[in-house]
């Protein structure tokens, strides 16, 4: 009896350990990726949107949320979308260190079929000048939505 409980105990003691492992390694990843810059900084939750698959004419906007990891204040300048049918939108106002932001992005849901699109942001991110965003999806004709 006394090996059965001590061997519970130790099958309990090292999936417990294992787990906490795990997580440490997620936290050192998650600051790894947050790393503090010299200068203002930007870092994207996600770089890509993935819409799916949407209906003809649904709401196409979607945000992306990032992070100013630097110890100035950052700055963008502009975002211009890779065509008419994206249209980025971006704060006026800078966005303080440690700071989160958002850039806005609509997609004209009007035009059926597969996209793939590009947001182009420019700031004064140290070493980062210019990132390229990415959204895409498929957008369904009316007639599928009736079958």
């Known amino acids: 009896m006394k090996k059965i409980i001590l061997l ?3 099958v309990v003691f090292g999936v417990t350990t294992s787990k906490a492992q795990e997580t440490t390694k997620k936290i ?8 503090k810059v ?6 994207f939750e996600n770089e890509t949107i993935d819409y799916g698959t949407i209906a003809h004419n649904a709401d196409g906007k ?3 949320v990032f992070t100013n990891n630097g110890n100035k204040p950052l700055i963008i300048t502009n975002a211009v979308g ?19 932001g958002v850039i806005g992005v609509k997609y004209a849901t009007d ?15 140290a070493g980062q000048p210019t990132k390229t965003l990415t959204i895409k999806g498929t957008v369904l004709p009316d007639d599928a939505k009736k079958s």
């Open 8 to 10: 519970a105990a130790l």
């Open 28 to 35: 050192k990843a998650t600051a790894t990726k947050m790393a």
């Open 38 to 43: 010299n200068g203002a900084g930007m870092v």
């Open 62 to 64: 979607r945000e992306f």
């Open 82 to 100: 890779s065509c008419g049918c994206t249209v980025p939108s971006t704060p006026k106002e800078p966005i303080a260190p440690g700071a989160k």
């Open 111 to 125: 035009r059926v079929g597969a996209f793939s699109k590009t947001v182009t942001v420019s700031s004064n991110a």
